[in-house]
């Protein structure tokens, strides 16, 4: 999608602070952080949100899901992270490229 933040992120066109990639998704920090660690993961291929996926986007998803304790211990979370999703307007989704927000006070 040519005007999404989080394809041209993903694209390296708009800069962010990357924490995880690998060739199906991209993790990087929020640039307007509500909690001392706040990452949103991505998936590399657009789509709106959760509510737009596909039969086909199952194992990206699960794959992303555990993906989540392991980039979280890595940002200083072993000891617990909350994780959100928002899907529409409705669910206060303000980017409309699927994210996972990780968010945790390292202790
Ligand atoms: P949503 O409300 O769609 O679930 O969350 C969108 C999130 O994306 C927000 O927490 C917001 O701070 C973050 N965000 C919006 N634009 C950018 C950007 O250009 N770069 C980064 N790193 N985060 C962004
Ligand atoms: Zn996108």
Redesign the pocket.
Known sequence: MTDC??CK?ATKE?P??VVYEDGEMLC???????APV?L?LVPKEHFDSLAHAQPEHEPLLGKMMMKVPKIAEAAGLAGGFKT???TGKGG?????HL?I?ILGRPV
């Open positions: 933040i989080f992120i708009i962010a602070t990087f920090k929020d640039i307007n952080p509500a706040h949103l959100q999703i928002n206060g989704q303000e980017v409309f994210h927000h």
